[in-house]
């Protein structure tokens, strides 16, 4: 199967065409405000590079968060329009876990970070093996020092958060943290996820399902702050 991936997580958008890493094409786009403008044609110029139309395309893969709000949305989005319109077939995998596959060993502990504001760290830890992927602990919302205590320590870190984040976690891996570029998260490593046991999850109902964005946006959280209740469609009441 050819896969269409996308990730929008962060903010580099990057897009990727093919069944596996090793044979796929790949572009990327630093801007997180270029995203909702950028993504379709990245998406024609990979097809285009491929000689291949929307109907070579067998599925979309997409990172599902957490991370940027408006990113997300926008990959949501895309996925939908062009799943819809093609009857194409979508699967998602984290956003943390798509940062940890570049840098996988076998058996080793990957733990990925992105910032979460206020001093606060999107957080999971995995375990990789050849054929599966394992998460000790989902993603989820931390401070440096609850993480440090609770989660098993890591072979790597990779990812990005505060100075002070960052320091602490490279003093209880033992390791500097992979940050910057070789940090963030590509599309390509979304196809191998496809292809490991716990790595990429089919979303059987389109309607339904939604990123997933670890929390609300600034934009919410500062209205429900001032207002002293959640907006009708917030995330936090949605369920």
Do not use: C
């Amino acid at each position: 199967m050819r896969w269409l991936a996308l990730d929008t997580a962060t903010d580099r958008a990057s897009v990727a065409l093919g069944t596996s890493p090793g044979d796929a094409l790949e572009e990327s786009l630093p801007g997180a405000r270029r995203h909702a403008a950028a993504l379709l044609p990245m998406v024609d110029r990979l097809l285009a590079r491929a000689g291949v139309g929307l109907d070579a395309v067998d599925g979309v893969a997409l990172s599902d968060g957490p991370g940027s709000f408006t990113g997300l949305r926008v990959g949501a989005t895309v996925a939908k329009a062009l799943a819809r319109a093609r009857g194409l077939e979508v699967r998602v995998a984290p956003s943390l876990l798509v940062r940890a596959t570049q840098h996988a060993e076998p058996d080793a502990i990957v733990l990925a970070i992105s910032d979460a504001l206020r001093g606060e760290v999107y957080a999971a830890a995995y375990r990789f093996s050849a054929s599966y992927v394992e998460a000790l602990v989902a993603p989820s919302v931390w401070r440096p020092e609850q993480l440090v205590a609770s989660a098993p320590r890591p072979d790597l870190v990779v990812g990005d958060g505060p100075a002070d984040a960052l320091a602490r976690l490279r003093d209880w891996s033992g390791q500097e943290p992979v940050s910057g570029d070789a940090g963030l998260p590509r599309a390509r490593d979304l196809l191998e996820l496809l292809h490991r046991r716990g790595g990429a999850s089919t979303i059987a109902n389109l309607d339904l399902w939604e990123p997933e964005y670890g929390r609300p946006a600034e934009a919410q959280a500062r209205w429900e702050r001032a207002h002293g209740r959640p907006l009708p469609d917030s995330i936090r009441s949605a369920g």
